[in-house]
Every structure is written in structure tokens, then in C-alpha cells.
T-cell receptor, first 115, second 114 residues
Framework: AQTVTQSQPEMSVQEAETVTLSCTYD???????LFWYKQPPSRQMILVIR??????QNATENRFSVNFQKAAKSFSLKISDSQLGDAAMYFC????????????FGTGTRLQVTL | DAGVIQSPRHEVTEMGQEVTLRCKPI?????LFWYRQTMMRGLELLIY????????DSGMPEDRFSAKMPNASFSTLKIQPSEPRDSAVYFC????????????FGDGTRLSIL
């Protein structure tokens, strides 16, 4: 079965500091896409960043970057210069290519940002 | 551009009643997904459509749940009869058919069955 594991149910970071959220996944496929979604208390699901498995370069979006280790099937999210607005649930997900666009989500990590 | 639009945002009803959740995907998107989110189970995919055709409904919990997509701009998720254990947040998401494209989520419907 295809699975996504987020081993940290909760994390805390001080404002302006850096935090890394971990994610591992299990698939026998070699081509797939990975995503991090953010869900703030308003409960919107917001796309943070995405990575194509065939690209070795780690994706970056402003203060958000990933550490993609394909051999280890690891896809961690690094948030630099954390802000109060970063407090949210963060979900890791992946999808296999093809017309059946079925996202598989992890269980999420709740991130607290403290002053 | 308008995002995925879901209605209602909140729904409270008594068990046994029929509940209909509505979704308008982003214009041009040809894949639509219904998810359910609970504390116990997290995010679960219930059903998804490609080009208005249901592709996989294996996540639909019971026959009490049904979903339709009569056209490219509208979908419904119906629960009849509703039960307290159906209480959850229900999300609709849409995307282009190419799985390279991310899914865009609506704001969700918080459903409470008393």
C-alpha cells in the first residue's frame, strides 16, 4: 500500500527561527510528485510547495524549502525565519503520474510558533 | 480568479435528515475530488471525477453516501440518511487532469449531525 508518514504530531518553533518538518513515503514507483499543504485554523488547505521526483534540485518558495532524498524516500519541509502566520497543520502528500490524480496524504504535523 | 467554492460553509442537522453539500470547481479544471477530514482518520479521499465521470468511489464509506457531477462546473455530495458519525469537515478540490498540477481546495463544509 502507498503510505505517507509524518512522525511528528506536533512541533514548536520560536519566531524568526528555523524548523524542519519530516515526511517519509512508501512507493515502488520512480516517477511521482510531492506536495506540502498548510492548513491554518481557518481550515483552508493551501499549497505550500511541490517537488517533482525526477528533479534532483530541491524546490524553494521564499522561506519554504524542501530536502528531497529520493533514495531514502524522504521529503522534509524547512521553514526559515518562522512567522506567527506559519502556525498551522502541515500535510505532506504525493501523487503518481497519470490520469488518476489521487493524492495520498500524511496525518499532519501541527506547528506552533511562539514569541 | 475564483477558487473552489463550497456551500454551505456550516451545516447542522438532526440525524436521519438528508444532507447535500455543493461544490463549484475552478473553471477549466477537469478533475474534482471530495475529501472528508476528521480527527480520528485525518484526510480521506471519498470519490473523484475526471471529466465529470466518477473514477474511484472506493473511499465512499457506505451506500448512504452518493456523489454526482452533472456538468463541469458543479458537483454534489449527498448523505441520506445522515448519522452523527458523519460529522466532519468535507472538502472539495479540483485540478487539471495532469497529476503534475496541484489540487486546489475549497474552504470546506463543517457538518454536524446531532
Amino acid at each position: 500500500a502507498q503510505t505517507v508518514t509524518q512522525s511528528q504530531p506536533e512541533m514548536s518553533v520560536q519566531e524568526a527561527e528555523t524548523v524542519t518538518l519530516s515526511c517519509t513515503y512508501d512507493t515502488s514507483e520512480s516517477d511521482y510528485y510531492l506536495f506540502w499543504y498548510k492548513q491554518p485554523p481557518s481550515r483552508q488547505m493551501i499549497l505550500v510547495i511541490r517537488q517533482e521526483a525526477y528533479k534532483q534540485q530541491n524546490a524553494t518558495e521564499n522561506r519554504f524549502s524542501v530536502n528531497f532524498q529520493k533514495a531514502a524516500k524522504s521529503f522534509s519541509l524547512k521553514i526559515s525565519d518562522s512567522q506567527l502566520g506559519d502556525a498551522a497543520m502541515y500535510f505532506c502528500a504525493y501523487i503518481l503520474p497519470g490520469t488518476a490524480s489521487k493524492l495520498t496524504f500524511g496525518t499532519g504535523t501541527r506547528l506552533q510558533v511562539t514569541l | 480568479d475564483a477558487g473552489v467554492i463550497q456551500s454551505p460553509r456550516h451545516e447542522v442537522t438532526e440525524m436521519g435528515q438528508e444532507v447535500t453539500l455543493r461544490c463549484k470547481p475552478i473553471s477549466g479544471h477537469n478533475s474534482l475530488f471530495w475529501y472528508r477530514q476528521t480527527m480520528m482518520r485525518g484526510l480521506e479521499l471519498l470519490i473523484y471525477f475526471n471529466n465529470n465521470v466518477p473514477i474511484d468511489d472506493s473511499g465512499m464509506p457506505e451506500d448512504r453516501f452518493s456523489a454526482k457531477m452533472p456538468n463541469a462546473s458543479f458537483s454534489t455530495l449527498k448523505i441520506q440518511p445522515s448519522e452523527p458519525r458523519d460529522s466532519a469537515v468535507y472538502f472539495c478540490a479540483s485540478s487539471f487532469l495532469d497529476s503534475n498540477q496541484p489540487q486546489h481546495f475549497g474552504d470546506g463544509t463543517r457538518l454536524s449531525i446531532l
